[in-house]
T-cell receptor
Framework: QVQLQESGPGLVKPSETLSLTCTVS????????WTWIRQSPAKGLEWIGY???????HYNPSLSSRVTISLDTSGNQFSLKLKSVTAADTAVYYC???????????WGQGTMITVSS | DTVMTQSPLSLPVTPGEPASISCRSS???????????LDWYLQKPGQSPQLLIY???NRASGAPDRFSGSGSGTDFTLKISRVEAEDVGVYYC?????????FGQGTKLEIK
């Protein structure tokens, strides 16, 4: 059974770059949209963006100047980089899978990221 | 961005009774292909969200058949025919018609 697992630093200093990785446990990355979503008390659930298995990407305009999502097909992983973080980026970050872009049928357990000095 | 508004925000329900959650979008979610791009998710306590319904009325794989979705355009409803204790959590609608995809603020279902 396919599972997703996020990994990341837990704590990031303001102005630094947040880097997260999502590992796809089994199966192929091909044919899916691989997505990052975050959840905070202030903003609720927020779609960050996706990378498709062919390499195309699409980001939330509110974050697009700071975010990069990329694929590592050899490692069955995809990653999120968010630069110049502030306290407003403190949230639980989830990776998720979709066949069509929406309808996320598989989620990781989430990883809490705190931005603080 | 499309704004998603859910009601009620809190929903106490007696086990075995039906429940209904409303979701309204600021723009129509009806595509020219006839599909409404509206998902429903349930986030159980301490867990990640899980997909219940996609395209307004299609039950996701593994979702119990007591869950059903309906609606078109800007008004949508999630119905639970008979609430069970395991249905507690926060329910979210999400529009998938236009990026950025956007979620409702959530409806917390609790057992009376």
């Amino acid at each position: 059974q396919v599972q997703l697992q996020e990994s990341g630093p837990g704590l990031v200093k303001p102005s630094e770059t947040l880097s997260l990785t999502c590992t796809v446990s089994t199966g192929s990355i091909s044919g899916y949209y691989w997505t990052w979503i975050r959840q905070s008390p202030a903003k609720g659930l927020e779609w960050i963006g996706y990378v498709h298995s062919i390499g195309s990407t699409h980001y939330n305009p509110s974050l697009s100047s700071r975010v990069t999502i990329s694929l590592d097909t050899s490692g069955n992983q995809f990653s999120l980089k968010l630069k110049s973080v502030t306290a407003a980026d403190t949230a639980v970050y989830y990776c998720a899978r979709s066949l069509w872009g929406y309808a996320f049928d598989l989620w990781g357990q989430g990883t809490m990221i705190t931005v603080s000095s | 961005d499309t704004v998603m508004t859910q009601s009620p925000l809190s929903l106490p329900v007696t086990p075995g009774e039906p429940a209904s959650i409303s979701c309204r979008s600021s723009q129509s979610l009806l595509h020219t292909n006839g599909h409404n791009y509206l998902d429903w998710y349930l986030q159980k306590p301490g867990q990640s969200p899980q997909l219940l319904i996609y395209e307004a009325s299609n039950r996701a794989s593994g979702a119990p058949d007591r869950f059903s979705g309906s609606g078109s355009g800007t008004d949508f409803t999630l119905k639970i025919s008979r609430v069970e204790a395991e249905d507690v959590g926060v329910y979210y609608c999400m529009q998938g018609l236009q990026t950025p995809y956007t979620f409702g603020q959530g409806t917390k279902l609790e057992i009376k």
